[in-house]
Nanobody, 118 residues
Framework: QVQLVESGGGLVQAGGSLRLSCAASGRTFSRFAMGWFRQAPGKERDFVAHINWSGSSSNYADSVKGRFTISRDNAKNTVYLQMNSLKPEDTAVYYC???????????WGQGTQVTVSS
């Protein structure tokens, strides 16, 4: 069992930056691939970024590529999402998730709100 708690969301102006954190409980955190997703009002939840268990590989949605960076610190059981050059269309609730099998996210956090004003 893994519990995930996101933090770091808030209100920021367009062009600004935020860093989201996702703290995980449990000793097996380093065995999980981790992902960030987001859900805007009235829309489906979308993939944002993924990082493998060691942090050696990551991939991103085209909409955030070059602006967002996912990273992890297995010693701290934490995964991060650095978001730069934020746009109003980045406004959403951001969720982190853990995958035991690649692509199959089985544990989810409660989400943190990110609002980007124009």
């Amino acid at each position: 069992q893994v519990q995930l708690v996101e933090s770091g969301g808030g209100l920021v102006q367009a062009g600004g930056s935020l860093r989201l954190s996702c703290a995980a409980s449990g000793r097996t955190f380093s065995r999980f691939a981790m992902g960030w997703f987001r859900q805007a009002p009235g829309k489906e939840r979308d993939f944002v970024a993924h990082i493998n268990w060691s942090g050696s590989s990551s991939n991103y949605a085209d909409s955030v590529k070059g602006r967002f960076t996912i990273s992890r610190d297995n010693a701290k059981n934490t995964v991060y999402l650095q978001m730069n050059s934020l746009k109003p269309e980045d406004t959403a609730v951001y969720y982190c998730a853990a995958a035991w099998v690649p692509g199959e996210y089985i544990y989810w956090g409660q989400g943190t709100q990110v609002t980007v004003s124009s």
